[in-house]
């Protein structure tokens, strides 16, 4: 089987079953909204603070969204033992894994993107930064699904790891972080933002380029 | 492999060996001891007695003498980290996974006074304890990167397993140590910028002040060594309290 068929087939495995599995598509929405109105609520619903804390809010929630779904990425297969076909298979693990990731976040990233212009809107935020909310959305979310990987692959083993993954994997989300909102917040006041979005696409780059290789490493040895 | 000499080669292989290198630290032990005395009394009588006052800072500059060394060996014993984790996993060393494992929580302790000696630092100078700017943010990040790899360490029960998955979370995080480094030039930072190594090539310290901070920046490499060394030897202990030599080290302590 050729390389790009093997990913295909992959992906298209883990929508099917994503799609008969509904539920855990709906939770990160309603957790990533869920989350956004606890902030209002806590700090108080003055329209001023609202605006100038909401991509902050916004991308605090799509991270800790993206970081909670993370455990759905492999643990089935690695429940069923379909990961140990994987592994075993001939084609290269990190593009079988890459397939998965990207399936995963075809079916919990994705979906931030469609509420977080609405939410964006309730919190205030002015019309000509959604965009730049979406470009940053666009670029972040499969880098935090990349470097998330890598640390669901290090603790699937681990029967209580998901405290640890969180200690593992927020650090390295902190970069991702910084730029996105610095740049919405940065579009909001009406500057060009295009330093920091390219900034984005570099990190995205690289983590394609570079996650799968530690997470194929990390998945065969948490199988062995 | 021609071009090194086979005397350092032998060396390297011996010193791969945990019953060797269990003898040979415990040898030099005492002369590392020794070293680190003087290393640290010279650089702390010439930082706390024999440097002059700082013009605008006064006398509560010295703290650079704790501040900058943690600093540095932070950032130098990630880097240690990530190398030995890296030999570990291409050649199955089990000493470079066991020097990987006893550094983080050294380096923890590192950060932590970074972080802190920082801290007492910022508050008469800036007035204020703690701001979110790159320099600190990135090194408190590591000092979750280290608790991350302890933590990860201690959740798993096969430590072999354990040291492999540690060391590709250290290799991944590695991408943190140019951004703390390389953070008070790419951002504007109320941190100052790198004062012992500048652009220029040439310190912007007087040797006055500048050879106590080097006596003590070699004094905390020599502890983190010591420290490093008794660290393996007990983790060495524990992980090979099945195999003979451990044994005979047992029954040659109860003889004496």
Redesign the interface.
Known sequence: MSLSRAFFAIVRRDLVLALRRRSEIANPIFFFILVITLFPLGIGAKPTILQAIAPGIIWVSALLATMLSLDSLFRSDFDDGSLEQIILSPQPTSLLVLAKITAHWLVTGLPLLIVAPLLAVFLGMPSHALPVLLITLLLGTPILSL?GA?GVA??I??RR?GM?LS??V???Y??VLIFASNAVEIASSGLPVTAQINILISMLVMALVLAPW?TA??LK??M? | MFLIPDAVVRFYHRMASPPHFYTFTEQCMPWLVGVFVILVSAGLVGGLYLAPADYQQGDSYRIIYIHVPSAWMSLFIYIVMAVAGAIGLVWRIKLAEVVLVSSAPIGAAFTFIALVTGSLWGKPMWGTWWVWDARLTSELVLLFLYLGVMGLYGAMDDKRVASKAVAILALVGVVNIPIIHYSVEWWSSLHQGPTVITKTGKPAMHSSMLIPLLLMALAFKVYYVIALMQRARTELLSRERNSQWVKNKIAMGAKL
Do not use: D, E, K, R
């Open positions: 470097i890598i290090l603790t083993g681990l790891g640890i200690l593992l927020l650090p390295l902190v970069p530690p490493a990390a040895m948490s062995s």
